[in-house]
C-alpha cells in the first residue's frame, strides 16, 4: 500500500507539471507576446541632469570667490575668463 501511496503522488505531482505547462503555454505563449509592437506613438527622451531639479541654464559661470580663485592655475582661469567650460586643473 506504501508503494501505491507514492505511485499515486508521483502521478499527481507529473500531472500538475504537464497541467500547467499547457496552460502557461496557451495563455503566455507566440500569441500573447511579441517582441515588436505596433504602437507609433513617439516620445522625447528625458535628459537627466543628476542634481534632480531643472536643467541648467547653458551659460558658464565661473566661481569668482578669493579662496577659489587661490587654488586655479594660470590656465584654467584664462579658461574662465575667455567664457569656456574649464578643462585643466
Known sequence: MKITRHRTLAATV????????????AFFGPATGS??????????P?????S???APS?????????SHEANESA????????GQVPTVP
Open 14 to 25: 507529473v500531472g500538475s507539471l504537464v497541467v500547467g505547462g499547457a496552460l502557461g503555454a
Open 35 to 44: 517582441a515588436q509592437s505596433n504602437n507609433t506613438t513617439t516620445s522625447t
Open 46 to 50: 528625458t535628459v537627466f541632469n543628476g
Open 52 to 54: 534632480g531639479g531643472a
Open 58 to 66: 547653458g551659460a558658464f559661470r565661473p566661481i569668482e570667490t578669493k
Open 75 to 82: 590656465q584654467r582661469e584664462a579658461q574662465e575668463d575667455a
